[in-house]
C-alpha cells in the first residue's frame, strides 16, 4: 500500500523558517519525481515544487522560487522542503505527492499525503 | 503558464443527476496531458482522470473524461451521495504543473 505521510507543519512568525518532512513506503521512491502542492485554507491547489526520481533537478513557482528548497533522501525514503522568509501568504496546507510515471517522464499525481499544515503568524 | 479555467464555479444538482465539469487551457495541452481530481472536506485530493480520459484505479465508470486541445469536460453520470465534492483539473503537459480553479458539485 502506498503511503505518505507529511510531518513538521507548525504555526512560524513572519520571516521565519520551516522544514517539512514527508515519509514515504509502498513503492520504489527512487523511481519516481516527487511534488509538494499546497492549499490556502479553502482555496484552490497549487503547484509548489518538485524534485526528480534521481535528485538531479528541482523546479519551484515563481511564488516561492529563492525562498523554498526542495530535497529527497533516498536512504529514508524521505522528501522534505525547507521554507525561509515566510510570510502570511504562505499559510495553508502542503501536501507532498507522487508522480504517477516513473523516470521523470510528465505526469499526474497518483497518490497524496494528507498534508501538513503551516501558519504564518505573529 | 499554461492557465486553466473551470466552470461553473459551483453546480447544484441532485442525487441521480448527470453533472459537466469543463476546463479550458490558455494553451494547448498536448498529448492529452489532463487529469482530473476530486477533493472532499478534510481530504487530499483524490485522482479520478489521467490522459483526459482514462480512469485511475479504483474509479467507478460513472466518472468519464473527455476533450483535448484546449477544451475537456469531466462528467459524472448518476451522482451518488459521495460525489458531492470539488473537482480540479491539472495539466501536466509543459511548464509548471497548473490547476484549475476548481468547480463544486452541491446538493
Known amino acids: 500500500e502506498v503511503q505518505l505521510v507529511e510531518s513538521g507543519g507548525v504555526v512560524v512568525p513572519p520571516g521565519g523558517s520551516v522544514r517539512l518532512s514527508c515519509a514515504v513506503s509502498?513503492?520504489?521512491?527512487?523511481?519516481?519525481?516527487m511534488h509538494w502542492v499546497r492549499q490556502i485554507t479553502g482555496k484552490g491547489l497549487e503547484w509548489v515544487s518538485l524534485?526528480?526520481?534521481?535528485?538531479?533537478?528541482?523546479y519551484y513557482a515563481d511564488s516561492v522560487k529563492g525562498r523554498f528548497t526542495v530535497s529527497r533522501d533516498s536512504s529514508k525514503n524521505s522528501l522534505y522542503m525547507e521554507m525561509n522568509s515566510l510570510t502570511s501568504d504562505d499559510s495553508g496546507l502542503y501536501f507532498c505527492?507522487?508522480?504517477?510515471?516513473?523516470?521523470?517522464?510528465?505526469?499526474?499525481?497518483?497518490?497524496w499525503g494528507q498534508g501538513a499544515l503551516v501558519t504564518v503568524s505573529s | 503558464e499554461n492557465v486553466l479555467t473551470q466552470s461553473p464555479g459551483t453546480v447544484s444538482l441532485s442525487p441521480g443527476e448527470r453533472a459537466t465539469l469543463s476546463c479550458r487551457a490558455s494553451?494547448?495541452?498536448?498529448?492529452?496531458?489532463l487529469a482530473w481530481y476530486q477533493q472532499k472536506p478534510g481530504q487530499a485530493p483524490r485522482l479520478l482522470i489521467y490522459?483526459?480520459?482514462t480512469r485511475a484505479t479504483g474509479i467507478p465508470d460513472r466518472f468519464s473524461g473527455s476533450g483535448s486541445g484546449t477544451d475537456f469536460t469531466l462528467t459524472i453520470n448518476g451522482l451518488e451521495p459521495e460525489d458531492f465534492a470539488v473537482y480540479y483539473c491539472?495539466?501536466?503537459?509543459?511548464?509548471?504543473?497548473?490547476f484549475g480553479q476548481g468547480t463544486r458539485v452541491e446538493i
Open positions: 494553451r494547448t495541452v498536448s498529448s492529452s496531458s
Open positions: 524534485v526528480s526520481w534521481d535528485g538531479g533537478s528541482t
Open positions: 509502498g513503492f520504489t521512491f527512487d523511481h519516481y519525481t
Open positions: 490522459g483526459a480520459s
Open positions: 505527492a507522487k508522480d504517477g510515471r516513473g523516470f521523470g517522464e510528465l505526469s499526474y499525481f497518483d497518490f
Open positions: 491539472q495539466q501536466y503537459s509543459s511548464g509548471p504543473r497548473t
